[in-house]
């Protein structure tokens, strides 16, 4: 007991001691474990004073490749493609979802990236952003839909706004110009138009965010198909969830996700009455 209050006291003189202590003055500059302000001119995830190709104004050392897919450039390639005019950007988004025996879960993902792809090309000043693989398709518990069928993947109309209204939120800061939004599912379309209305008012069109709901008029696809000869208005159908424009359409970007040589092999290879066995 004796030495617990010798021990106390103690402790309660070395406090006493150190509050009447004077104030020792501040070191000049940063405080102890205080990082330097962040050089402004840093860029591409590190710090321009450590290489500097991590400088926001260093030349891009190669070549700009020949793509329209933000995720295949540098973050050099994209700064010079704005600079350079490209300022608008488009935001596709497809789904994984069941579509018959012969086509595999990310059709509306391969379609997209055969057309994204060439309406930027088309157009000359945009860029596409990775396709949004990951739609609603259907109540996730208790299933609904094509959550019915395994494989599907489905999200929440909320969560499916939230991720639009993040992804043009980046662009916007980015200095993108026109971010548009294209859908190649029925099930899309309602949620990138509350987006693009949402983003518009907040925003006052600066930049100016479109979707634009006649990308999936896959009618006037069936009409070309039908145009062209390629189909027939009255021709035979298969009721999978299929069709001629989509499997050659899901051909142009990779042959495998359409099953061709093994529906060849099988004498599998049409679709609506229409054959793909001479591609």
């Known amino acids: 007991m004796k030495h617990a209050i010798i021990t106390i006291g103690l402790a309660l003189g070395l406090i006493s001691a150190l509050a009447a202590q004077p104030p020792q003055p501040q070191a000049q500059g940063r405080g102890r474990g205080e990082r330097p ?8 995830g590190g710090n321009c004073s450590a290489n500097p190709y ?11 490749p020949d793509t329209v897919w933000m995720e295949e ?21 497809g789904g994984i979802e069941p579509n018959g025996p012969w086509l595999a879960l990310g059709k509306h993902n391969y379609v997209l990236r055969a057309n994204c792809d060439a309406i930027a090309r088309k157009l000359g000043n945009a860029l596409c952003a990775p396709i949004v693989p990951f739609v609603p398709e259907g109540s996730i518990e208790p299933q609904s839909s094509h959550m019915l069928t395994v494989g599907t993947i489905s999200l929440n109309e909320a969560t499916f706004e939230a991720l639009l209204t993040d992804i043009a939120h980046s662009y916007k800061m980015h200095g993108f110009e026109t971010i548009i939004f294209i859908g190649d ?23 100016i965010v479109a979707h634009i709901p006649e990308y999936y008029a896959y009618n006037t696809v069936a009409k070309l198909l ?8 009255d021709g035979p159908r298969d009721n999978l969830h299929d069709d001629p424009g989509i499997t050659l359409n899901m051909f142009v970007t990779d042959p495998s996700s359409v099953r061709f040589d093994q529906r060849v092999k099988a004498n599998k290879a049409t679709i609506d009455g229409v054959s793909i066995a001479d591609r």
Do not use: F, H, Y
């Open 37 to 44: 302000p962040a050089d402004p001119r840093n860029a591409g």
């Open 54 to 64: 991590n400088c926001i104004d260093t030349p891009n050392p190669l070549p700009a």
């Open 73 to 93: 450039m540098t973050w050099m390639d994209v700064r010079d493609a704005l600079k350079a005019g490209k300022r608008t950007v488009i935001v596709s988004t």
């Open 185 to 207: 599912s029925g099930g899309n379309q309602e949620g990138m138009k509350a987006v693009a209305d949402t983003l518009n008012a907040q925003w006052n069109a600066r930049p």
């Open 226 to 233: 039908t145009d062209l000869g390629v189909t027939k208005a």
